[in-house]
């Protein structure tokens, strides 16, 4: 069975401080997907980013940057000088990794962002 | 960019009341999907769906849900007599093949009361 576990059900921080949300995963399967999804108050899932399994390789794109270690079975989530704009539930997600079908993902338990100015 | 369509945005519903949840999802997209998130929760899995059947279930999807593929378009949830915990959101995604593209609708309201 695959699980997600996001320790931090919430975090505070003040503008333009950095931050880290963190993710930590269970799966037997030997390559997977792994997914950071925002979810602002208005409630849709934006898409941040997908990452697979055989790919560890860290990205930065623009404020974000994402460090995944497979021996640690992690995926954190950096924001770098926060925003206020920022403030939202942070969810970590994991998926079998399938080439030519679909599959389910599982998300973590989301981490509530506050960004204060 | 394209989209996946929910409709209703929020629908409120009397226990015991069947209701529908209508998804578009995006057109070369083979492959549907539901979730729910109850209020404050995680979003959870309920069912994948493809080649006009379902190809995945998890435990909360029991019969008193369903889903359909009306026409070539539509994507459908049924919950044939709502109870007042299916009161959440549910997300309705699809993806192409592979998980590459895989996209989530902006989600319907549901409220029991």
């Known amino acids: 069975a695959q699980k997600v576990t996001q320790a931090q059900t919430e975090i505070s921080v003040v503008e333009k401080e950095d931050v880290t949300l963190d993710c930590v995963y269970e799966?037997?399967?030997?390559?997977?997907?792994l997914f950071w999804y925002k979810q602002p108050p208005s409630g849709e899932l934006v898409f941040l980013i997908r990452?697979?399994?055989?790919?560890?390789q860290n990205e930065i794109s623009g404020r974000y940057s994402w460090n995944f270690q497979k021996s640690t079975s992690s995926f954190n989530f950096t924001i770098t000088a926060s925003q206020v704009v920022d403030s939202a539930v942070y969810f970590c997600?994991?998926?079998?990794?399938?080439?030519?079908?679909?599959?389910?993902?599982?998300f973590g338990e989301g981490t509530q962002l506050t960004v204060n100015p | 960019e394209p989209e996946v369509t929910q409709t209703p945005s929020h629908q409120v519903t009397q226990m015991g009341q069947e209701v529908i949840l209508r998804c578009v999802p995006i057109?070369?997209?083979?492959?549907f999907y539901w979730y729910r998130q109850i209020l404050g929760q995680k979003v959870e899995f309920l069912v994948s769906?493809?080649?006009?059947?379902?190809?995945?279930k998890s435990e909360i999807f029991d019969d008193q849900f369903s889903v359909e593929r009306p026409d070539g378009s539509n994507f459908t949830l049924k919950i044939r007599s709502t109870k007042l915990e299916d009161s959440a959101m549910y997300f309705c995604?699809?993806?192409?093949?592979?998980?590459?593209?895989?996209?989530f609708g902006s989600g319907t309201r549901l409220t029991v009361v």
């Open positions: 995604a699809s993806s192409p093949t592979g998980l590459y593209g895989y996209t």
């Open positions: 799966t037997r399967d030997t390559t997977y997907y």
């Open positions: 990452r697979n399994s055989f790919d560890e």
């Open positions: 997600a994991l998926s079998k990794f399938k080439e030519t079908s679909g599959s389910r993902l599982t």
């Open positions: 057109s070369n997209h083979l492959y």
């Open positions: 769906f493809y080649n006009n059947e379902i190809s995945e």
